[in-house]
């Protein structure tokens, strides 16, 4: 008896130094952080075909100015270092690089592009430096067994498409007549996850109501010829599945066509003040797009909190911003995720435990995502948002249309 009473003694002193020793160690850091800074990297386009979302990386920028008035995270401040790879995969690359190498970051945040952030994924993964919340809707970004290192955040295209189909096909209903729809899609992934979206969603339709689908490539200087080709294929509906610069080009195609299909674009090129601003709206377009974000320049979110304190935010870190910008949404959304994230680290700054915290989101609610949106992941699900709904275009805003709708 006296030596069992002696084992368990032994065995409480034991668990109490170790759990002493883990209480006193001291904060864990790989690369890129210590007890007053925490480096963070991105690589987006300020130049070339995407340099239309410039405003997104600026807004992720002024966000963390923010937090770092107010104190930084945990007591240490967020170095937030940038570079321009022009969308070009292998600058992408080197910048990528240089920023592991060079400036030592702890890991990426929102890269901006499908085929360059996918050109950086097996570098930073053989490295093991996180690449988190990458802006593009393809669905490998978020493909967690191939790119364990990489999480996309936002909605995958192909939910979109098949989203975009449901509703052609009740559309088709309530009128009686069904569409005959025109594709016009970018020659990558991304653009591939759109169109094969919209055949999952057109189902046994797809093949006799999809009359033309067109391909263009990034790098194309216009794609007049492929709208040109869609309407002659007899397309009474369009979905430009299709980044920022694209849409606004053919929807001017579109109207020096003489043209007037019902318009489908993603939320990734549905801008007003940029791309829809670009595309020289006359007013009369049918215009169909999707949201997971708060609109702050519609009239009806004036009053809303989320958008209250992001305007001020913008007043006081960014006034030279656009207050009506869903792209600057995007980025302040971002950085707050990924403080969200940097909060849960606590003091344990390695690069596995900022994967770690980022892998185990459970119904997380950013700051200006619309109501009934929540992201979770794990280590097996990196598509963090899941739903998504229906706008239609009018007075220059766009308005809700139906109710939200969600996928697993």
Not at 14 to 21: G, R
Not at 317 to 324: R, T
Not at 352 to 364: C, F, G, P, R
Request: charge should be positive; glycine fraction near 8%.
């Amino acid at each position: 008896m006296i030596r069992k009473k002696t084992k368990q003694i032994a065995a409480s002193i034991v668990a109490a130094a170790l759990a002493c020793s883990s209480a006193s160690a001291g904060p864990a850091y790989d690369e890129g952080a210590s007890d007053s800074e925490i480096r963070i990297g991105n690589v987006a386009a300020a130049s070339g075909p995407l340099a239309i979302y410039i405003t997104y990386r600026e807004a992720l920028k002024r966000c963390f100015d923010k937090i770092n008035d107010d104190g930084g995270i945990n007591g240490r401040k967020i170095r937030f270092l940038s570079y321009d790879d022009a969308y070009n995969p292998s600058r992408t690359v080197e910048q990528t690089r240089k920023l592991v190498e060079s400036d030592g970051v702890l890991f990426l945040i929102g890269g901006v592009g499908t085929a360059t952030s996918l050109a950086a994924a097996p570098y930073l993964s053989a490295k093991k430096v996180p690449h988190l919340f990458v802006a593009s809707a393809a669905s490998k970004i978020a493909d967690a067994a191939a790119y364990p290192w990489m999480m996309g955040w936002q909605p995958v295209a192909a939910q979109e498409g098949a989203i975009f189909a449901r509703h052609m096909r009740a559309a088709a209903a309530s009128a009686g007549t069904p569409a005959s729809i025109g594709v016009l899609y970018q020659n990558d992934d991304l653009g591939r996850d759109f169109l094969a979206g919209l055949k999952d969603g057109l189902g046994t339709d797809a093949q006799a109501r999809l009359v033309s689908a067109r391909p263009y490539e990034a790098a194309d200087p216009t794609i007049t010829s492929q709208i040109a080709q869609i309407k002659a294929a007899g397309a009474d509906t369009i979905y430009l599945a299709a980044t920022g610069k694209f849409v606004a080009q053919a929807i001017k195609a579109i109207r020096e066509l003489s043209w007037s299909p019902v318009i489908y674009l993603p939320y990734i090129a549905n801008s007003p003040d940029i791309v829809l601003k670009a595309a020289d709206l006359k007013g009369d377009e049918k215009l169909i797009s999707s949201a997971f974000l708060k609109d702050p320049g519609a009239p009806a979110k004036a009053q809303d909190n989320d958008v209250k304190e992001w305007l001020s935010w913008m007043n006081s870190h960014y006034p030279s911003g656009n207050k009506a910008e869903v792209f600057n949404v995007w980025g302040w959304s971002i950085c707050q995720t990924t403080a969200h994230v940097l909060r849960k680290a606590g003091d344990n700054l390695t690069r596995a435990n900022v994967l770690a915290m980022a892998n185990a989101l459970d119904a997380y609610k950013p700051p200006m995502v619309l109501p009934g949106i929540a992201m979770s992941s794990s280590p097996t699900q990196h598509r963090l948002t899941k739903c998504m709904q229906i706008q239609t275009f009018r007075d220059g805003r766009w308005n809700a249309a139906g109710e939200t709708v969600c996928s697993d």
